[in-house]
């Protein structure tokens, strides 16, 4: 694979992730006969194949998954060098990939960036807002050099450090019945009518899974991508929604809507800063990760 370009390994990483020549052929502006051939080239100068033709795509042979994960890690160290050459232009000294959830943003990693940002004004930082498995996903394909999420989805071949915590809270109309009591069981919400986050997000994916212990399923209504759609479409009474109070409390003060406690154990969550396992970070993101694990 050391005799082919970069868009030859950047074409095969689309090829692995997306199950499709077709799909990493558009995604990478070829011609699927051009991907093709680029494909099969590959292949020949392994010597082996590396995906597996399937009636409805492809996946990485085993061959295949060895050649991902060393095209992924050649991959990152060319953008870093691209990265590091753009730094003497502008006279920044290093360059910091950020993927964080929206709920760890909100809850305190948005200032600690700032203040980071201000002390270190020669580091830049690129920050990306995913959903805690899409930053998982980023971390280990190295898109990624340092992820904060929720804790809660398997997170092999990464390292953990306690973070924040953050609590969960309901949102609905202030004349809701819901709006007079101090707090709520997700018991008391199970026959109410639910706006919800996608399934991707970790609000989601914890929510459905405790009622799914009551032998039950939310009547979801209406799914949306962002807590800031969410809280509009409760304000024009679509129904319920459970987000992080941090981040409800702006947003019900802006669209006049109350806030409930969530009488759970499972409403306080575990906000963690993850970096892949045995690898040595470089000096920028080792002093984010310092300076981040150092703020209480």
Same mark, same amino acid.
């Given at each position: 694979?050391?005799?082919?370009?970069?868009?030859?390994?950047?074409?095969?990483? *689309?090829?692995? /992730?997306?199950? @499709?020549?077709?799909?990493?052929? +558009?995604?990478?502006?070829?011609?699927?006969?051009?991907?093709?051939?680029?494909?099969?080239?590959?292949?020949? +100068?392994? #010597?082996?194949?590396?995906?597996?033709?399937?009636?409805?795509?492809? +996946?990485?042979?085993?061959?295949?998954?060895? *050649?991902?994960?060393?095209?992924?890690?050649?991959?990152?160290?060319?953008?870093?060098?691209?990265?590091?050459?753009?730094?003497?232009?502008?006279?920044?000294?290093?360059?910091?990939?950020?993927?964080?959830?929206?709920?760890?943003?909100?809850?305190?990693?948005?200032?600690?960036?700032?203040?980071?940002?201000?002390?270190?004004?020669?580091?830049?930082?690129?920050?990306? /807002?995913?959903?805690?498995?899409?930053?998982?996903?980023?971390?280990?394909?190295?898109?990624?050099?340092?992820?904060?999420?929720?804790?809660?989805?398997?997170?092999? #071949?990464?390292? =953990?450090?306690?973070?924040?915590?953050?609590?969960?809270?309901?949102?609905?109309?202030?004349?809701?019945?819901?709006?007079?009591?101090? @707090?709520?069981?997700? #018991?008391?919400?199970?026959?109410?009518?639910?706006?919800?986050?996608?399934?991707?997000?970790?609000?989601?994916?914890?929510?459905?899974?405790?009622?799914? +212990?009551?032998?039950?399923?939310?009547?979801?209504?209406?799914?949306?991508?962002?807590?800031?759609?969410?809280?509009?479409?409760?304000?024009? #009474?679509?129904?319920?929604?459970?987000?992080? /109070?941090?981040?409800?409390?702006?947003?019900?003060?802006?669209?006049?809507?109350?806030?409930?406690?969530?009488?759970?154990?499972?409403?306080?969550?575990?906000?963690?800063? =993850?970096?892949?396992?045995?690898?040595?970070?470089?000096?920028?993101?080792?002093?984010?990760?310092?300076?981040?694990?150092?703020?209480?």
């Amino acid at each position: 694979m050391l005799h082919h370009d970069l868009q030859s390994l950047r074409l095969f990483v *689309a090829v692995c /992730e997306t199950r @499709s020549l077709s799909k990493a052929a +558009e995604r990478m502006n070829l011609a699927l006969s051009a991907a093709s051939r680029r494909l099969r080239l590959l292949e020949e +100068e392994a #010597g082996m194949p590396l995906v597996r033709r399937l009636p409805h795509g492809v +996946e990485p042979t085993m061959a295949g998954q060895t *050649a991902l994960a060393y095209a992924q890690s050649v991959l990152m160290l060319a953008d870093r060098y691209v990265a590091g050459l753009a730094d003497h232009l502008t006279g920044a000294r290093g360059q910091v990939r950020v993927s964080a959830s929206s709920s760890a943003l909100v809850q305190r990693l948005a200032p600690d960036l700032a203040a980071f940002a201000l002390r270190h004004p020669d580091i830049r930082i690129d920050l990306d /807002e995913r959903p805690t498995a899409d930053t998982i996903t980023a971390l280990t394909r190295k898109q990624a050099d340092l992820g904060v999420i929720v804790l809660g989805h398997p997170v092999d #071949g990464l390292i =953990c450090y306690p973070y924040s915590t953050d609590r969960l809270a309901v949102v609905t109309l202030k004349d809701h019945p819901l709006a007079a009591r101090e @707090s709520v069981t997700l #018991g008391d919400l199970i026959s109410e009518d639910f706006v919800a986050l996608e399934a991707g997000t970790a609000v989601n994916r914890l929510v459905m899974e405790r009622a799914r +212990e009551f032998g039950r399923y939310l009547k979801v209504r209406v799914q949306v991508r962002s807590f800031e759609v969410m809280c509009q479409m409760v304000s024009h #009474g679509l129904g319920i929604g459970i987000l992080p /109070e941090a981040a409800l409390r702006p947003l019900t003060t802006a669209l006049d809507l109350a806030i409930v406690r969530l009488d759970e154990p499972w409403a306080v969550r575990e906000i963690a800063i =993850c970096v892949r396992e045995s690898e040595e970070l470089p000096n920028a993101t080792r002093r984010l990760l310092e300076e981040l694990r150092d703020r209480k």
